[in-house]
């Protein structure tokens, strides 16, 4: 597994079970809590009369519940869930806006009526338990705080979009003792609650003791229900939309033994009364921790096994461990033993963070229970107490368990299958995948029950930062698929214009989608033969054969072996991709067993290690004793196939050809807009020759001059993915979308703190996504981290909009209608660097428009989608 085990979501709600907290009520004989029930209020104003004209008032003397005012009972024991939801407003106490989400997002679809304004989600990071822990490790700390956590919320709070909280946000005080009418069930309002005393624990938000001053006001009455006073008025949180608790804990969860290292876990704590998770936790456990930046070079001693190539006069390779960080249980082949550590690889760690804080943001089955429509209405049955139903066999905690209609579940092939069947998911899907007739996103049915439903299915999307391992893959993308979750929450509208997009069964990268989608990875043989791939740049078969023994990783950013492991037992019937031996199979359980092609680390002959890999992306691996090819490494080379070997070289047998790193430089036709859509690749090797190769030219055996054997053209939209955009990011509406953690131009720094303070970043104007009429007049303020010099539009403007070069400001009074959705691409200008940033405008005629309200400056309506 990738990182962590999402335990924490999983055990959240264990003591909520219907049947455990009916039974609790029944003890007590209380009723149970009206939640949601449209008779909430009728009960609450019953209630009130109840208290005001009963003298008999019980108070509970026993109400000890250290995780929260819902429980109501005797319960010293232990404590099972570190997570405790509350729900319903009783913990969520804050107040989205005076309308509901969904009638706002219902208009929002109908017309151009509303005012509801969606923004960037504000992320108030507590790292005060973290900075405890790290008293000592100041520049551990400052790495944490100052470059990673930023550098992964920057991207996720322009990511998704939420409506804000009015005032502070403030999380209910857990109350350990409060007044009670006598067989009535506790208020359901927290402002009802009138508490004898606070929770002798504290207020917890899993593991962490929330600070006073986040918590909301309470009626504390110690004495009777007649002598009140007000606690914790003024408390809250300003300008947040959620608070993440950032600690670093050693507990089970980071010595889990089926995986080879946790690097920490996260999820949520408390609910607004939409359902929305607005406070969680994010733990990254110590061992890791402590390890940041000391073990950081030597982490790649290669656990894997020695692969040696007969007959071969390449150095004889091993396996690179097929991601540093992850650990897969299962084969022996490789990632057994040894791990890696924050600090060793930035991309990994600022990747680490977002995968962690989605989970804490409500990306997990058990969310997907709590979804609600456009129109605020669950979309899962809710029971009296407004929950959804509770799975008690999901996972050693249960979970809530999602309607049919939104997880569709399947036994067919012999192990449990789920996929997300939400709208926007499925759409992005079939966009991704280029399968119109898919009707489902499988989520990962193999790991421990942290991992196992909580992620995308690795098979299907091996590189997306979502699923729970990502073998040999070294970019992650957090994709349109996984902003589409979110969306289809009912709880956030994302910017799709942040997000990535993977290479891993790419619609450009398949022979055939909706095959890709449907089988699992190799086919068989009629008459017993060997299996074919469904995909040969996806899978792969084992060396050896009429096979290449060496291949390109399906990112073509590496050259690849396909390496197969032997289990000790026989794998389970539906992981049986080799009928000739069934303890054979591809290094993963993730990706079920799936043999796919991975990079590797290189050794000289005599087996001492080159420090050097088989990634054409890496400059440093350029070994040149030992590069008879005409290679090249770099940020811009890509792994082809070829037979090229300088003049003067020969092998001594009739060797296939291989995968070799070359760079690419890909180009258009004169006068087009560059990068729109490449023409062709022009591949330049070591020695000047450039071959080039066009769009139909994919797959054609070309020569080089000065060169014995041949090269291969690559397929011009595979191997041009992303360019120029470096780092994993992808060229998409004039600018490069950068993957969380790097800014530029080109996506070539990383975001750190330094880094973050000159040069221009997250370039977005407020608002950026609207619909606005002829004849009035609108200003769009530019927002941007770093030093801009100055402002320059790329593209054209509306006539009557005009750019103040010196502040980024777009004003003015537009005079003409646009056909439909315009996207103005804006650059900021800095030191050698810049930033673009999008403004999306759709211009109406005034009577397209009924009602605008004074204070807003447009009507929101996504322009459409942009990918
Ligand atoms: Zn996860």
Known sequence: MWWHAQAPQTTAESDQSPRTRNARAAERGGRARPGHSPARRTQQLRRWRLWQRSAAVLLLSCALAPHGVRSHQCRHGKVEGRFHESYNGQGGVYTASRVEYGEERRRLQRSAQSSA????LRIHVVTDPVEEFLRDE????KYLKLDVIPAALNWVQLALRVKRAEGPLSLQPQCGRLWMVQGDSPP?????????????????????????????????????VYSCTRRYEGGGVPDADYILYVTANFDEACQSESVGSTVGYAGHCRRDQHDRPIAGQLNLCPRELLAVNTNATNDTAASGPTISLASDQMPPTRLLRPERRVLQGGGRSVGEGGMAHLGADWRMDVSFVVHETLHALGFSESDIAWFRDVDGQPLTHRDEQGRPPFDASAGPQGGWLPSAA???????????????????VVTEAQKHFGCESMTGLALEDQGDFGTRFGHWESRLLQSEGMTGSRDGQEHAAFSS?????????????????????????HRSFTRDGCSFVAETCLNQAEGGGPPTPIDPNHFCVGEGGQEQKLHCTQDLRAVALCPLAQYESPLPLWARHFEDDDTRGGPSQMTNFCPIWMPFERLAPNGRPLNATSLCTDPSNDVAEYNYFGEVYGEDSRCMASSLLEDGYVFDDSRPPSGRCYRRECVTAEGDDPHADYDA??????????????????????????????????????VCFGSPCENGGVWRDRRCVCPPGYIGKRCSHEDRSGNRRIIPSYFHYTPDDVTIKVGSSYRFEARVQGIVRNYTSISALPEGLTLDTDTGTIEGTPKETTDGCLVLTIAAGG???????LLRLSIVDGHEVVAMQAQTIGVRMPCGTYL
């Open 188 to 224: 359901s309002n927290p402002s009802d609650i009138k508490c004898v005393a606070l929770s002798p624990n504290g207020t917890m938000c899993g593991d962490v003791p929330i600070p006073e001053e986040h918590l909301s006001p309470i009626s504390m009455c110690p004495d009777s």
């Open 138 to 141: 100041p520049a551990i700390l």
């Open 481 to 505: 698929m996984t902003l589409a979750f979110f969306e289809d929450s009912g709880w956030y509208l994302p910017d799709y214009s942040w997000a990535g997009d993977l290479t891993w069964g």
């Open 117 to 120: 304004v969606y923004e960037p």
């Open 831 to 837: 030191v050698n660097e810049e930033a673009r940033g």
């Open 681 to 718: 690749v022009i591949v330049h090797l070591q020695g000047g020759q450039q071959v080039r190769c066009g769009v139909s030219d994919g797959g054609k055996w070309k020569t080089v001059e000065g060169m014995n054997g041949q090269l291969r053209c690559p397929h011009v939209a595979q």
């Open 406 to 424: 939104l997880v569709d579940t399947s036994n067919a092939t012999g192990r449990v299958v789920k996929r997300v069947t939400t709208p926007r």
